[in-house]
T-cell receptor
Framework: AQSVTQLGSHVSVSEGALVLLRCNYS??????LFWYVQYPNQGLQLLLK??????LVKGINGFEAEFKKSETSFHLTKPSAHMSDAAEYFC?????????????FGKGTHLIIQP | DTGVSQDPRHKITKRGQNVTFRCDPI?????LYWYRQTLGQGPEFLTY????????KSRLLSDRFSAERPKGSFSTLEIQRTEQGDSAMYLC??????????FGQGTRLTVV
């Protein structure tokens, strides 16, 4: 079974500062890893994903994440925060090949951008 | 718009009533998932279809819940005899063969 832990239910950064959202996972088989963003009363939008190959993946809106197998981590970063980045962010894992039990999500991190 | 669409976006119903939600996935995606999300939580898996076959159901899916995907295209999720605890956002997602589910905007259900 897979699980995801997102450290920090709320993260606050100043506009222009580095964004770092932490995600650790556990999986009995090689995982596929994802970050999603959710704005209020909206569905989830895929930011980026890691399946195979390069461990540093780049996504939309300037976000990137690095898969570190030794640390079982997939932290999300953005060099310079923008006010429009304020949202809920979810890390998710699925068994490689796409499991029938779907994505397992973390509880989410609410990103607050201070002007 | 070629994304995943869900209808309705919002539904308010009285306790004990039945409700049905619809999901239209991205046309070339053969996998379809239903998730439920309550306030302050991440989405929780409910059920999964590959084409028209329902291959997995979560223990969260009580016998009051039923999902169908009759022709391997759109899907419906029905909740019978709704309870206040059913109030949540119901999310549909579709994906190609491997990885990267694309989500719809969700249907927010409020049971009063």
């Amino acid at each position: 079974a897979q699980s995801v832990t997102q450290l920090g239910s709320h993260v606050s950064v100043s506009e222009g500062a580095l964004v770092l959202l932490r995600c650790n996972y556990s999986s009995s088989v090689p995982p596929y890893l994802f970050w999603y963003v959710q704005y209020p009363n909206q569905g989830l939008q895929l930011l980026l994903k890691y399946t195979t190959g390069a461990t540093l993946v780049k996504g939309i809106n300037g976000f990137e994440a690095e898969f570190k197998k030794s640390e079982t981590s997939f932290h999300l970063t953005k060099p310079s925060a923008h006010m429009s980045d304020a949202a809920e962010y979810f890390c998710a894992v699925i068994k490689s090949g796409g499991g029938a039990d779907g994505l397992t999500f973390g509880k989410g991190t609410h990103l607050i951008i201070q002007p | 718009d070629t994304g995943v669409s869900q209808d309705p976006r919002h539904k308010i119903t009285k306790r004990g009533q039945n409700v049905t939600f619809r999901c239209d996935p991205i046309s070339e995606h053969n996998r379809l998932y239903w998730y439920r999300q309550t306030l302050g939580q991440g989405p929780e898996f409910l059920t999964y279809f590959q084409n028209e076959a329902q291959l997995e159901k979560s223990r969260l899916l009580s016998d009051r819940f039923s999902a169908e995907r009759p022709k391997g295209s759109f899907s419906t999720l029905e909740i019978q005899r709704t309870e206040q605890g059913d109030s949540a956002m119901y999310l549909c997602a579709s994906s190609p063969t491997t990885g990267g589910a694309f989500f719809g905007q969700g249907t927010r259900l409020t049971v009063v």
